[in-house]
């Protein structure tokens, strides 16, 4: 068997493809962060916790309704996008005129309350989500094993990435969104309806969220705090891609879950804060972030 | 001004006859503590207008070191306490230079994902006791001279250390220094044509609220007698900032009234309502934000103007 490093090349693929999975996680979350920063200049705290829900609500309605995991991976984005139109309506819009650090603080309001009424009713301990039927099993690619629900992970969510990076750049809908983004008065004047753009807008980047948290069931235990570090490293990997860009979040959120992979490899105490070191390189070097501008 | 003056003696009276009073020291303590904790965070969010959302960092990091020296060490509590500053200080010199190069919400989340990275220091480190934190700090003597088993004694020692950092806080804050602060809080183009080095500046006073916490941290570590993860994770340094918000950010006293608001919900609410304290605290949180941004100090201060006018 090849090595590298004295490490067999089989494990180090092995790992890259998990940081691969996780780099699609992240980057689908940034990506959500990405667009509601990007229109309503707000960072959504709460974005760990709608991920959470997302996957309980791929769970329990297995377990209560018996929804297939089809039916849940388009289900639990459109109930959290509901629930996020209701907050946003309800909250977020109350603050658009203030300093954006108040957007910050509601939305850690928010996932407490959602992540302290989510442990209160399931409590800390993990559930596990059947892998779907279809997707079981792994490919046997030669030089290494492939599991076919991870191929099907990445595979979605890098074609959900460059769906809505084709609609907010190359459509009209996204046009108008962008056109929201530089001047919402003007928009309004044209008769284009910019506080319910805004709802659904926060309601999408949510839905992305929950679309993760779907997608993450089978390969994680599904609990109360899944989300509540995560999103500190999606934090961190917004702040190396650059807020405004839309492809600065997806590429920066694959290649972070690739490194932290190789990490894995190579020093496996590391593999929690590198993420949070490049970070700090990042920062020291080219503060504005990789694809963002000053 | 005769009303605050009436209120401070009020405050003082009552602090200084809590074990008259039959309250439990230890709760004291521990609310002076965190009183601490918000005073100092106060000093970089209230007077230099900067949300860090990491400050759990410096006050865990220093009650770890506080921790580790005095249980695995056997240094006596005053050493302990001044090597817990320096812990923080330094940490804040490093978490500040980096973080202080981007502004606003920038400023915010790089300092949150600056202090989980110390948070996973504090888990995976060899010497800080993994999931179970540094347990059994003794609290050692007051200089060699006199033991401090006594809670009412060290009651006084934590009163008066506490009053120490609000003086010395509100004499940094009304200090030149505290003036430029506030310069570039409310408008930093202007400071810098006026030709002061902002941003060093706004890294020293994150090193000073940085230290502060950890002063904070290490007397909190001596109190309870032990340094766990949740002295460094994100769920404290929010907390600290609803401490902060909910007295009134900006004012001397909101932040003293914030803790001991949080603290004693915190130690009496969660034998009624168990764990849905967090959902409280998060309602609570949402409910500042929303209604409430000048907190109850300057909120009262503002009636007061008010009705002092016409």
């Not at chain 1, 849940?72 to 209701?86: D, E, M």
């Not at chain 1, 076919?148 to 459509?171: D, H, K, N, P, Q």
């Not at chain 2, 320096?86 to 978490?95: A, C, E, K, P, Q």
């Amino acid at each position: 068997m090849a090595e590298i490093f004295g490490i067999p090349v089989a494990v180090i693929l092995g790992q890259l493809m998990l940081g691969l999975v996780n780099g699609s996680f992240y980057a689908l979350l940034s990506l959500g962060l990405a667009v509601i920063f990007g229109l309503m200049g707000i960072v959504n705290f709460a974005h760990g916790a709608f991920y959470a829900l997302g996957a309980f609500v791929a769970l329990l309605s297995l377990q209560h309704l018996g929804v297939n995991y089809w039916f849940a991976l388009a289900l639990s984005p459109l109930v959290i996008a509901l629930l996020g139109i209701l907050l946003e309506r309800l909250f977020l819009r109350h603050l658009y005129r203030l300093d954006p650090l108040y957007g910050l603080l509601l939305t850690f309001g928010i996932a407490l309350v959602i992540e302290g009424c989510l442990h209160q009713y399931f409590g800390a301990s993990g559930q596990s989500y059947p892998v779907p039927a279809a997707l079981r099993g792994v490919f046997d690619l030669g030089f290494m094993i492939l599991p076919i629900y991870r191929a099907w992970v990445i595979l979605v969510s890098v074609i959900i990435c460059f769906g809505v990076w084709f609609i907010i750049e190359r459509t009209r809908l996204g046009g108008t969104l962008r056109a929201a983004t530089e001047n919402a008065p003007l928009l309004q004047a044209f008769g284009v309806n910019v506080p319910l753009l805004v709802a659904v807008t926060y309601g999408g980047g949510v839905a992305l969220a929950a679309l993760a948290g779907g997608l993450s069931a089978p390969v994680i235990l599904v609990s109360p705090q899944m989300g509540s570090s995560l999103v500190i490293v999606v934090f961190a990997v917004v702040v190396i891609g650059g807020m405004g860009s839309i492809l600065g979040a997806i590429i920066s959120g694959m290649a972070l879950g690739l490194i932290e992979g190789l990490t894995k490899v190579i020093y496996p105490e590391a593999s929690n804060i590198v993420v949070f070191l490049i970070m700090a390189l990042v920062l020291i070097f080219r503060p504005a972030g990789l694809f963002g501008r000053e | 001004m005769r009303l605050s003056s009436l209120f401070y003696l009020l405050a003082g009276l009552f602090a200084l006859s809590v074990p008259l009073l039959g309250i439990y020291p230890v709760f004291m303590m521990q609310l002076l503590c965190f009183a601490m904790f918000a005073c100092a965070y106060n000093l970089l969010l209230g007077f230099s207008g900067m949300l860090s959302f990491g400050h759990a960092a410096f006050f865990g990091a220093a009650a770890y070191a506080t921790s580790w020296l005095t249980t695995a060490r056997g240094w006596d509590a005053a050493p302990a306490i001044m090597a817990g500053i320096l812990t923080s200080t330094l940490i804040g010199g490093i978490v500040g230079v980096i973080a202080i190069r981007r502004r606003g919400i920038y400023f915010a989340m790089i300092t949150l994902a600056l202090a989980q990275l110390i948070y996973f220091v504090c888990l995976e480190a060899p010497f800080t006791g993994g999931e179970n934190g540094l347990q059994g700090v003794p609290r050692g003597t007051l200089f060699g001279l006199v033991p401090l088993r006594s809670d009412v004694l060290f009651y006084y020692l934590v009163l008066a250390a506490f009053l120490l950092q609000y003086a010395f806080i509100q004499r940094v804050v009304q200090s030149p220094f505290g003036q430029v602060l506030k310069a570039i809080r409310e408008n930093e183009p202007r400071a810098i044509s006026l030709g002061y080095e902002v941003n060093r500046y706004r890294l020293l006073a994150f090193v000073l609220s940085a230290a502060l916490a950890g002063f904070a941290g290490s007397l909190k570590a001596l109190v309870l007698g032990f340094a766990t993860l949740s002295d460094v994770q994100q769920a404290s340094s929010g907390e600290v900032i609803l401490m902060t918000l909910l007295g009134g950010t900006g004012t001397f006293f909101g932040p003293v009234a914030g803790a001991a608001i949080i603290v004693t919900l915190q130690q009496y609410l969660s034998e009624i309502v168990g764990g849905w304290v967090t959902v409280i605290i998060g309602a609570v949180f949402m409910a500042c934000v929303l209604t409430f941004r000048r907190g109850l100090v300057g909120t009262m201060a503002a009636l007061w103007r008010r009705k002092a006018v016409p």
